[in-house]
């Protein structure tokens, strides 16, 4: 009896001890700030335990969705800007940063990328919409559209994503937080989804789990095999479009009076792209070259879709046309050039034109009023892609339209403007601390948030000794070097 009754004096004291934390957790400023606005104490608490309040202080800060703050405060609490302004009240709760002589930005996003999916899934290139196959697996003989050939609209991103991809971190360190994450290979890929690039669980990255519905006219078959050429993709994807509003139709008769009618045949192909074209997804349509911009553009008139076309490197010469259609551009910053161990001698007029004049899409476009984003379009290091944003800038685009192009441009095109995108209170915590301007060729990039997770990034390690070995500085979660 006696050992029962510590055991129920042990189990009481252990309750009330916990009670009064709370109470004491529950009466600080933030705490109750987050009652107000129904965050609860511990979705402020990072999976370490600490809690996730910071304040950059007396920064320069550019919104994108204001006029520059040059010497401002940004709150994070809980993975979302709480406030942002000049007279902030920085609670007590909350880690300082000190921002003089540093520069804020939101979190820059590529919008089209493989970044986090295994290699097994995506054997393209790192940057994205490298048409890369997702198996090793020999190409089947079909026999008609009936078959469904290189289809697979259900493989949907965020469901193959893999924290532990080091590129995550390679793209972060550049300055990305966010990326729409693709399928590739194939005419139907699958489903892109808008990612966080923090370093959490792989349900904790995902912001929009359906975002886009690929399609590709490249063909990975063969000429024994449906389609064959880029006039039978193009009419399978037609073919399957009016499949899935037939589909779509015959099953709300059915619904609608099952008794006595035949129910239609059930094809996931015809499930999946329904859904998507119900609830609006933006559906990318290839533009790689002049011809494919024209045909971009007809071809989401007829399908009567939500459209927008990637790739667009020759942009520049058919601004007017991309303009009058209204489809938004993601524009691949991967610009053409000319492979080591070319034949110069082989060279066309044609080439050496593109070579010149692809940077200088993106001030044509916005000089037409286009809405676009860039994308990184197989860059294998996400350096190259502000570089490469520079080399447009030094072919005429505004230093705020490029910065534009990398966040709250992508933020609306993919629907998540009203979470990404830009500095404001509410908004998630993703951003960019620079030691100046970020397009400058000596900035350097000295911390990344995301999700409200500060990334201290670290420069590279000085090469070793003649004949030894360096290691690579590792960060973890809190940003401190191992």
């Known amino acids: 009896m006696k050992q029962q009754s510590r055991i129920h004096l042990l189990t009481v004291s252990l309750v009330v001890s916990a009670l009064c934390a709370i109470a004491v957790l529950a009466s600080s400023p933030v705490a109750l700030a987050q009652q107000q606005s129904g965050l609860s104490i511990s979705a402020g608490l990072a999976q370490t335990g600490e809690p996730r309040f910071f304040a950059i202080k007396d920064a320069r800060i550019v919104p994108v969705s204001g006029p520059v703050i040059e010497k ?48 097994e899934e995506n054997a393209g290139p790192a940057g994205g919409r490298g048409r890369g196959p997702r198996s090793a697996t020999p190409a089947k003989i079909y026999n008609g559209p009936q078959d469904r050939p290189q289809t697979t609209p259900w ?97 709300d008769v059915y619904n609608a009076h099952q008794s006595g009618i035949e129910r239609p045949p059930y094809d996931r192909t015809e499930v999946v792209v329904g859904n998507a074209l119900k609830n609006n997804e933006l559906v990318l349509l290839p533009a790689g070259d002049k011809l494919a911009i024209y045909r971009a553009i007809r071809l989401a008139k007829e399908w009567q879709i939500r459209a927008a076309m990637y790739g667009a490197q020759e942009g520049y010469s058919l601004s007017n046309e ?85 966040t709250v441009n992508p933020a609306q095109m993919l629907g998540v403007a009203d979470r990404l995108g830009s500095i404001e209170q509410g908004k998630i915590a993703n951003l960019v601390v620079t030691d100046g301007d970020l397009f400058g060729e000596k900035t350097k990039i000295k911390d990344v948030f995301v999700d409200g997770m500060r990334y201290e990034v670290h420069e590279e390690a000085p090469p070793g000794p003649p004949g030894g070995k360096s290691m690579p500085m590792q960060q973890n979660n809190e940003g401190v070097q191992q």
């Open 322 to 406: 991309i303009a009058a259609s209204k489809l938004p551009v993601f524009v691949n910053v991967n610009w053409p050039k000319m492979e080591k161990g070319a034949d110069e001698d082989a060279l066309t007029l044609r080439e050496l034109r593109l070579w010149d004049r692809a940077p200088s899409t993106p001030a044509a476009l916005s000089k037409a009023g286009v809405t676009y984003a860039f994308y990184s379009g197989g860059l294998s290091n996400p350096k190259d892609i502000l570089k490469n944003v520079k080399k447009a800038i030094d072919a005429g685009l505004s230093a705020d339209d490029a910065l534009k192009a990398m």
């Open 72 to 119: 401002g405060t940004v709150v994070v609490a809980n993975g979302i800007i709480t406030a942002v302004g000049t007279d902030v009240t920085i609670p007590p709760e909350a880690a300082v940063v000190d921002g003089t002589g540093l520069t804020v930005y939101p979190g820059l996003i590529d919008a089209g990328a493989t970044v986090g999916l295994t290699a």
């Open 155 to 251: 493989v949907v991103a965020a469901d193959e994503l893999n924290p532990n991809d080091p590129r995550i971190q390679n793209w972060r360190n550049a300055g990305f937080t966010t990326a729409l994450v693709e399928p590739e290979g194939g005419i139907f890929p699958g489903q892109g989804s808008v990612v966080d690039l923090g370093d959490e669980r792989a349900g904790n990255m995902v912001v929009s789990l359906r975002a886009t519905l690929g399609i590709d006219f490249q063909l990975s078959g063969n000429f024994a095999s449906f389609p064959s050429s880029l006039m039978g993709a193009v009419s399978y994807v037609r073919q399957v479009f009016i499949d899935t509003r037939w589909y779509q139709n015959a099953e």
